[in-house]
């Protein structure tokens, strides 16, 4: 198994501006948000229906409701509401766009490799780990054209790596990991668009 590392990827790959990445890193993680998270106004808070104590006399600031914000119990004032969408709008050009600049990075800083096959028979572990150390670095995004199960098994468990089959390749992720290791088919298909 020959591993081969690329510094220079074609022309098209050349000279993208990097704020390409960031908006499409901000759409993708904006993307990933639950959105959730719900706090209940005053008006959502139960009871608080009466005036806890008459208006004058008492020598206290007046009260309408003990649900207020300010009181223990009270609603929220400007909390976080589930009815909010959190998605964003990327366009399918802007992420090609994004997804060439990092992995252009990558081959500049020569750590873009290109290996004949990524296949794992035995869906060790411990093979899964001899076949990272030969490339020697901090953690890995393996890409691979098609994922059996064995790749998958024994890749799994490694806590510096993340498998992941060509088509599932994002801007995001190759940005993410130090090194990228691509099976010499997942490249080509990367390259061609």
Known sequence: MSIEKVTQLPEDFQGINSHNLYLYAKAYLANLRAGTAHTKTRAEVSGGGKKP??????????Q???????HVG????????KDRNWSQKINKKQKRVALKYALNEKAENEALFVVDTIKIESGKTKDAIAFLNQINSRDYLVVVDTLDEKTFLAFRNVKNAYVIEASELNAYDAASFY?????KSAFDKVIKG
């Open 74 to 81: 009270g609603g929220v004032a400007h909390g976080p509401r």
């Open 179 to 183: 090194s990228i290791v691509i099976e």
């Open 53 to 62: 104590f008459r208006q004058k006399g008492t020598g206290r600031a007046r």
């Open 64 to 70: 309408g409701s003990i649900r207020v914000p300010i």
